[in-house]
């Protein structure tokens, strides 16, 4: 079982709508929650980041960490075409040079 | 511009021949890393360094070698390529303990395939 588990998608959804992408992991001492974009052709770039449980809004983006039920979320509201690309949970645990675990990844298409 | 910098963007092998994935970054990152991403896979971390001459092996670091003579510098080995190593490989770097949170910076990527 991998330690991060992502839904791959595709997911089409129409432009305005709100989207909600999630991750589940397995590793309780996880500590650091990131979700990352990556353009078609593209390195992941960092979108957001949350530390241990909570909610962080950033924009029309907003990240979810429940440690719980060791779930995140990140949801985009007023979706725009130019947010399709696939988007990839990472976390981390607490310390120096902790290795980032990502998940498979889910590609978004925000049709106009 | 600062940032991660990988070399060459993309690459054809043969099977069994060798070459190296160049990278680096001028953001004076203490730990650099190199993923491979495949369909469906995500993210697969293959190895990392947290500092010059101390390196260490992820998740699929088999038919991969590394060295980190330089703070700037990370080169990934190929030695001998098979089939199995097509995929885009990312580097990535990022402060260690330095800061509470290391987000990565990654390079733009190679696309490397072996025929």
């Known amino acids: 079982q991998k330690e991060v588990e992502q839904d791959p998608g595709p997911l089409s959804v129409p432009e305005g709508a709100i989207v909600s992408l999630n991750c589940t992991y397995s590793n309780s001492a996880f500590q650091y929650f990131m979700w990352y974009r990556q353009y078609s052709r593209k390195g992941p770039e960092l979108l957001m980041y949350?530390?241990?449980?909570g909610n962080k809004e950033d924009g029309r983006f907003t990240a979810q960490v429940d440690k719980s039920s060791k779930y995140i979320s990140l949801f985009i509201r007023d979706s725009q075409p130019s947010d399709s690309a696939t988007y990839l949970c990472?976390?981390?645990?607490?310390?120096?040079?902790?290795?980032?675990?990502f998940g498979q990844g889910t590609e978004l298409s925000v049709k106009p | 511009n600062a940032g991660v910098t990988q070399t060459p963007k993309f690459q054809v092998l043969k099977t069994g021949q060798s070459m190296t994935l160049q990278c680096a970054q001028d953001m004076n990152h203490e730990y650099m890393s190199w993923y491979r991403q495949d369909p469906g896979m995500g993210l697969r971390l293959i190895h990392y360094s947290v500092g010059a001459g101390i390196t260490d092996q992820g998740e699929v670091p088999n038919g991969y070698n590394v060295s980190r003579s330089t703070t700037e510098d990370f080169p990934l080995r190929l030695l001998s390529a098979a089939p199995s190593q097509t995929s885009v490989y990312f580097c990535?770097?990022?402060?260690?303990?330095?800061?509470?949170?290391?987000?990565?910076?990654f390079g733009s990527g190679t696309r490397l395939t072996v025929v």
């Open positions: 949350t530390y241990s449980s």
């Open positions: 990535a770097s990022s402060y260690s303990g330095q800061a509470a949170l290391d987000g990565y910076t």
């Open positions: 990472a976390m981390r645990k607490h310390g120096p040079g902790g290795k980032l675990i």
